[in-house]
């Protein structure tokens, strides 16, 4: 498997400062080159440890999550990492190994490793390795239903889970999907979606889930409300709720994305 990781830097001062970034009231594009040296951040208890905040709640913006780009230098780490008693969480290592110590059983993390993370489940990670790792740092208010149990974890690999084609598509559209989508003990879907050169998305969604997107691989022409936007490796899109979206990969090579949405709840009636 292929993933893009920003590695920080900062751009020339020879650089152009067009770019493709943009924020607007129903999208937000950050480009790839935005994740430099200078927007990093830092987060308590974390030991040499640096972050790419890519979405937070915030008006106008993210409603539902939050997303991080996390680095962790060798020998970094924390076991001490999430403050909030309702917080899920999706882990997505893109790069090198890091150790999981999740209630007590410790699980060796590559590339490719997927993990999810109930609300109030004890964890620690560590960077035994000798080079840096990253990966993606997904987290939801756990909204929970009377009736319905909280989902158990879950460690498991990209590589381990088949793709499933869309109907249609001779396998030119696929979504790799880590959890059962009829499991409505989860309220959020963090799945990688992959297209083929010259798949497509052949109709504007529009749709009540609000979306977080990562591209892993590939370059693509994605369309956002009314913008028809290129977007490559590296780049974080966010769609609100009912945004309009369709997609183009006209290739050479793969057009990959992490793609996060909230999913299974009744909507709630309070405006927000």
Same mark, same amino acid.
């Given at each position: 498997?292929?993933?893009y990781v920003p590695r920080g830097g900062l751009p020339p001062q020879t650089?152009?400062?067009t770019d493709r970034a943009r924020f607007t009231e129903a999208y937000a594009v950050i480009p790839a080159r935005t994740l430099s040296d200078i927007t990093t951040s830092f987060l308590p208890h974390w030991e040499a440890t640096r972050l790419w905040v890519l979405a937070r709640p915030l008006s106008g913006f993210a409603e539902t999550f939050s997303q991080y780009v996390v680095e962790v230098s060798p020998g970094g780490g924390s076991d001490g990492?999430?403050?909030e008693p309702d917080a899920e969480a999706v882990l997505f290592v893109v790069d090198g190994s890091l150790t999981l110590n999740l209630a007590g059983t410790e699980h060796l993390l590559g590339e490719g490793s997927y993990v999810y993370l109930p609300p109030g489940t004890? =964890?620690?990670l560590r960077n035994p390795g000798a080079n840096a790792a990253t990966? @993606? =740092?997904i987290r939801k208010a756990y909204q929970r239903v009377d009736g319905v149990e909280v989902p158990e974890p879950l460690v498991t690999r990209e590589q381990d889970v088949a793709p499933v084609p869309m109907p249609g598509t001779d396998g030119a559209w696929a979504t790799t999907r880590f959890v059962d989508i009829a499991d409505l003990r989860h309220d959020m879907h963090?799945?990688?979606v992959t297209f083929e050169p010259g798949g497509a998305i052949p109709f504007p969604?529009? @749709?009540?889930m609000e979306h977080g997107l990562y591209v892993l691989e590939g370059k693509a022409v994605y369309l956002l409300n009314e913008d028809w936007v290129e977007v490559e490796a590296g780049d974080f899109m966010w769609l609100r709720a009912f945004c309009p979206q369709a997609c183009y990969a006209g290739g050479p090579g793969r057009f990959r994305y992490l793609l996060y949405k909230d999913v299974n709840r009744h909507v709630g009636l309070s405006f927000r």
């Open positions: 498997m292929t993933y650089a152009l400062t990492v999430e403050d004890p =964890w620690a990966f @993606h =740092w963090v799945n990688i969604e529009t @749709h009540v």
